[in-house]
């Protein structure tokens, strides 16, 4: 459960599909530990609601309309250090492209609520840097 000196993993979730995006939101809404702090259905909306929200994770689909999520998260990356990007596909063929857009992690669906978010409090612990994204003063 996060304290005081343990604050919520702040989470971003980015998908095409509206009953995805209301599924994972409502999964993390019960995590003692996660707040989903933005939601994007596209990859220009991504990348414009990380700028503005500073996610520590972003939950990011590889294919959307507009900007996919390989664009977004090169984006992202270079703007955002600190936030780190798991990506997922039901595709096994993107997963070295994933990884080099700059994503930490790749996700094949299907994918289970648990399994995800185990992913997300991995890659949280393994790559936070306390204090480094600016806040949302």
């Known amino acids: ?24 939101q409502d999964f993390l809404a019960v995590q003692p530990d996660m707040v ?30 507009l900007m996919d999520g390989l664009d977004a998260t090169r984006h992202i990356v270079k703007a955002l250090p600190n936030t780190q990007v798991i ?7 993107y997963e070295q492209k994933a990884f080099a857009a700059g994503a ?3 996700v094949q669906i299907p994918v289970t609520i648990k399994q995800l978010v185990s992913e997300i409090r991995d890659v949280y612990h393994l790559y936070r840097k306390p204090n480094t994204n600016p806040t949302n003063e």
């Open 36 to 65: 989903c702090i933005a939601v994007a259905t596209n990859g220009v909306e991504a990348v414009q609601l990380a700028q503005d929200t500073h996610p520590d994770i972003i939950i990011m689909d590889i294919m959307m309309p």
């Open 87 to 93: 990506m997922y596909s039901v595709r096994t063929d």
């Open 1 to 24: 459960m996060a304290t005081n000196s343990q604050p919520k993993i702040q989470v971003m979730l980015v998908n095409d599909d509206l009953d995805m995006r209301q599924l994972w």
């Open 104 to 106: 930490v992690k790749y």
